[in-house]
């Protein structure tokens, strides 16, 4: 109802006055007028009332629309965002096996001269793997603030979802009979 007054689409039946409890008593209505209670309006107003209301309908799908779209955009942007918090982590992945293979050769290097030489490598995995969890991190962090401030991605995502398992549902029915569902 605010969307609609903020839009200017209300009208005497949205009004809840307007309309008072219809008389269930019987009444001779034989004279062409309503019975008692009921709302009277002219047919012109009627007439009036259903065009607003068809309007306000094709207003609502609009901006329905509109927000669909916006979500799928935002979409696009949370799939950026995931996708290199994704690629992030798998760098993350690989820093770990690689820190522990050099942190594995440190404990087996023999001499002090390949202890020695594996010292700065030991820091720098060390290192590496560190920034990889940051970032990891930082990214993961960003996607999930990003859907937490676009609520409606995650309604777009759920919509899609249905219509999906809804298609995949009727596709099932009709493939069913001939026995191609496989």
Do not use: C
Not at 134 to 150: C, K, M, P, V, Y
């Amino acid at each position: 109802m605010v969307a609609l007054e903020a839009s200017g689409l209300t009208g005497p039946l949205t009004d809840p006055t307007a309309l008072s409890k219809p008389d269930t008593s019987i009444e001779d209505v034989s004279e062409g007028q309503p019975p008692e209670g009921v709302a009277r309006f002219s047919t012109e107003e009627l007439a009036g009332e259903l065009d607003r209301l068809v309007q306000s309908v094709a207003t609502v799908e609009e901006l329905s629309q509109q927000a669909r779209q916006a979500a799928a955009d935002d979409y696009e942007t949370y799939e950026s965002l995931r996708l290199s918090a994704e690629q992030y982590r798998v760098g993350l992945e690989q820093a770990s096996t690689i820190r522990d293979q050099v942190h594995d050769a440190h404990q087996r290097a023999f001499g002090t001269a390949a202890k020695a030489a594996a010292e700065p490598i030991l820091i720098d995995a060390d290192r590496v793997h560190s920034a990889f969890e940051q970032l990891s991190g930082a990214w993961e962090q960003r996607a999930a603030a990003f859907l937490d401030a676009h609520p409606d991605v995650g309604a777009w995502l759920t919509e899609r979802k249905v219509v999906r398992t809804r298609r995949g549902a009727v596709k099932q029915h009709l493939l069913a009979p001939v026995g191609l569902n496989r």
